[in-house]
């Protein structure tokens, strides 16, 4: 199983950026997609943005498309959020994921089987 460590959360006004970054050990990177997922407060959890293995192929929620950019390097087993133009919709918990059962980018969190703690992301008005 993947092991997986979110950092780069925090507190930002709207129209700002952060970056967020997904740690992957203890198995070959390169063998999964990824995803990043979000879960506000009384709201469901939901897809941000998915990769393919290679980062060949990219999925984003329309909400974030335009704004966002997942990206990955599989040489430091390491997958990419950057977000700019950040509003405060964009307020949640955001987690990273793991799956080797789908080879394009997954956008249904059954699809993973592995889940980072999460980091929280915060945007002021």
């Known amino acids: 199983q993947v092991q997986l460590v979110e950092s780069g959360g925090g507190l930002v006004q709207a129209g700002g950026s952060l970056k967020l970054s997904c740690a992957a050990s203890g198995r070959t990177f390169s063998r999964y997609t990824m995803g990043w997922f979000r879960q506000a407060p009384g709201k469901e959890r939901e897809i941000v943005a998915a990769?393919?293995?290679?980062?060949?192929?990219?999925y984003y929620a329309d909400s974030v498309k335009g704004r966002f950019t997942m990206s990955r390097d599989n040489a430091k087993s390491t997958a990419y959020l950057q977000m700019d133009s950040l509003k405060p919709e964009d307020t949640a918990v955001y987690s990273c994921?793991?799956?080797?059962?789908?080879?394009?980018?997954?956008?249904?969190?059954?699809?993973?089987?592995?889940w980072g703690q999460g980091t929280q992301v915060t945007v002021s008005s």
């Open positions: 990769i393919s293995r290679s980062g060949v192929a990219t």
């Open positions: 994921a793991a799956t080797d059962l789908v080879v394009g980018p997954a956008v249904n969190a059954e699809d993973y089987d592995a």
